[in-house]
Structure formats: structure tokens, C-alpha cells
């Protein structure tokens, strides 16, 4: 959470206009939320994520 909301306070941000649910989570799985939990903390948001939220609204555009 601190990577992405320090990305965003600083005028940068990951992606572009047409970027999708799903590709966030995945960046923000790797990217942004390692380091800040337990590592087994990780493992249970991916895959709760990947599995229930993901496929059902993964293909929704961030910003329209």
C-alpha cells in the first residue's frame, strides 16, 4: 500500500488510462505488497485474489 499510495503522491502511477482490474492486482501482488505483510500474508491474498476477484472482475477498466 505505501509503494503504490508514494507513486501516486508523487504524480507517477502504475499502468495507463486503459488498464484493467486484474492487471493492477497482479502488479500490486507483486509489486506493491511484498515487504509490507508475513509473506504467508501474501500467499492468501494471491491467492484469494486470483481465485475469486480476478475472474469476475479482472476485466473491468480501472478509469473509463
Do not use: C
Amino acid at each position: 500500500y505505501r509503494k503504490a499510495q508514494r507513486a501516486l503522491e508523487e504524480g507517477r502511477s502504475h499502468g495507463d488510462d486503459r488498464q484493467k482490474v486484474g492487471q493492477y492486482l497482479q502488479w500490486w501482488l507483486t509489486e506493491a505488497l511484498p515487504g509490507t505483510v508475513r509473506d504467508t500474508t501474501v500467499v492468501s491474498y494471491r491467492g484469494a485474489l486470483r481465485s475469486n476477484v480476478i475472474p469476475h472482475i479482472g476485466h473491468i477498466r480501472l478509469s473509463s
